[in-house]
């Protein structure tokens, strides 16, 4: 088909996910192919994929092993229901992801999208109370600018105001607590105090209340679409030994750090924390299809076990669950993690990550770098010294990755903090030409803008 037409029809017809299509109309991309961490549009032009098409891609575009898997299973079966039959990729697939998890998960129930995975986690810490006979217990707790995904549970344990303020009439009461946000404390400039504090806080809302609290909602060392910001150390352990403490349900939300993304395979191996619940997602196929999974207890799944005149059963599920192309998938990724030994791998080109970005620590208009392992956030500021802001109808985060764009990479920014996030595949070489990208595309756009202030 023309190109043109193409895009004229995506402008007529789709209605892109968080994006303004006003937007959309200004700037169309319609991408055509991928090979390795490189995507190619319609015209024919390459882009790097600094971004992991929105933190998914593992190891690299049309990967040859994970592509053959695919095409082994779609010649047995593409998908049949979960519902009261399993299939054989789901069971070793679950049989992988019990193996790799922290110690106490043991049951593994399947879904399809991050934000899946939260809402079965929440019904699920709900009604774990009330089949124990604790139906006191119904609130949950989370953290201020938490994003947990776009169903309605989990909007509701979402905090960030510019996503979630409209559904407010929707949303059920969450409590919430404060995030140790080191760059952005309005008083404190030392990490273990600003730590210290928060857990206090946290602390004090859950002995008011934690009688009628169900479970924690937080995302595992790092808030993605939050701004990429990122717990001091402490912070994550301390929460889950208060929630131990008041016995309350620690819900982990993996779904962005699962698979490698931080140097672990989790991220909470790093402090050694075990959840009760853990959802992950993205990374799991290697960003092939759409499988997620909420990984829970022994204790949980037993609370739902019963006779079904018990009224127990956990009735919930959706039509793709457990779908068999995407646990193939899932399973060659994983096989792939292993024989490569990608974990240590990662941790080398974490270093060189952060050596690429040291000299833009230096930048005039870089008012923070902060990185956990392979996921970055460049935040940009119209005053480093005084972390003075752009005005936010200028959108400099924005028209950032529109300038990446024309240099040949793509990345989408959450505010004016821009996001880079590559593929777990990408090499010194490619790596080191993504950061050039992103140093030039920052220079060209904070000295447009910043000068425009200046006059």
């Given amino acids: 088909m023309n190109q043109e037409k193409l895009i004229e029809k995506s402008s007529q017809y789709l209605w892109l996910p968080f994006t303004q299509m006003k937007d959309y109309d200004a700037d169309p991309l319609v991408i055509e192919s991928g090979k390795g961490v490189y995507l190619r549009d319609i015209h024919g032009k390459e882009y790097l994929d600094g971004y992991s098409s929105l933190w998914l891609n593992v190891h690299g575009h049309r990967n040859e092993e994970i592509n053959h898997a695919i095409k082994e299973q779609l010649d047995k079966i593409a998908h049949s229901t979960l519902l009261g039959a399993a299939n054989i990729p789901s069971i070793l697939l679950a049989e992988k992801l019990i193996d790799l998890a922290p110690e106490k998960l043991k049951r593994v129930f399947y879904s399809d999208s991050g934000a899946t995975s939260v809402e079965i986690a929440i019904k699920m810490a709900y009604q ?29 344990v979402g905090k960030v105001d510019i996503f979630h303020r409209v559904y407010k009439s929707l949303m059920f009461h969450s409590l919430v607590a404060p995030f140790p946000d080191v760059y952005h404390h309005p008083e404190l400039d030392s990490a273990d105090k600003i730590r210290d504090r928060c857990l206090q806080e946290l602390e004090s809302i859950l002995e008011e209340h934690h009688h009628e609290i169900a479970g924690m909602t937080v995302e595992s060392l790092i808030q993605g679409a939050g701004g990429m910001n990122i717990m001091p150390k402490g912070y994550f352990k301390g929460v889950e030994e208060l929630c131990r403490k008041y ?19 989790f991220a909470v191996e790093h402090e050694g924390v075990q959840p009760d619940i853990m959802t992950v997602a993205k990374g799991i196929t290697g960003g092939y299809l759409p499988i997620a999974a909420t990984l829970t207890t022994e204790e949980i799944y037993e609370a739902f076990y019963g006779d079904y005149n ?22 060659a ?123």
């Fill in 128 to 156: 774990y109370w009330q089949n124990i006979g604790r139906p006191e217990k119904q609130k949950f707790i989370t953290l201020k600018n938490a994003y947990h995904g776009d169903t309605v549970g989990a909007i509701s």
């Fill in 247 to 265: 016995n309350i349900l620690l819900i982990v939300d993996e779904v962005a750090t699962g698979f490698g993304r931080t140097g672990k395979m």
């Fill in 310 to 331: 018990s009224l127990k059963t956990f009735f919930h599920g959706h039509s793709y669950t457990g779908n068999q192309l995407g646990c193939a998938a899932a399973l």
């Fill in 333 to 455: 990724n994983l096989e792939i993690y292993k024989r490569e030994n990608l974990i240590e791998k990662t941790q080398e080109k974490i270093s060189v990550i952060e050596d690429l970005l040291k000299p833009l620590k230096q930048h005039p208009h870089v008012g923070d770098i902060r990185q956990l392992g392979m996921i970055c956030g460049i935040e940009l500021v119209l005053e480093k010294e005084t972390k003075k802001t752009f005005l936010w109808e200028d959108r400099v985060g924005y028209h950032t990755t529109l300038k990446m764009r024309e240099l040949g990479m793509l990345t989408r920014p959450i505010g004016d903090t821009i996001v880079f996030m590559p593929p777990l595949a990408a090499n010194e070489e490619e790596l080191g030409k993504m950061v050039g990208i992103m140093s030039e595309a920052i220079e060209l756009t904070t000295k447009k803008y910043a000068g425009e202030k200046a006059v």
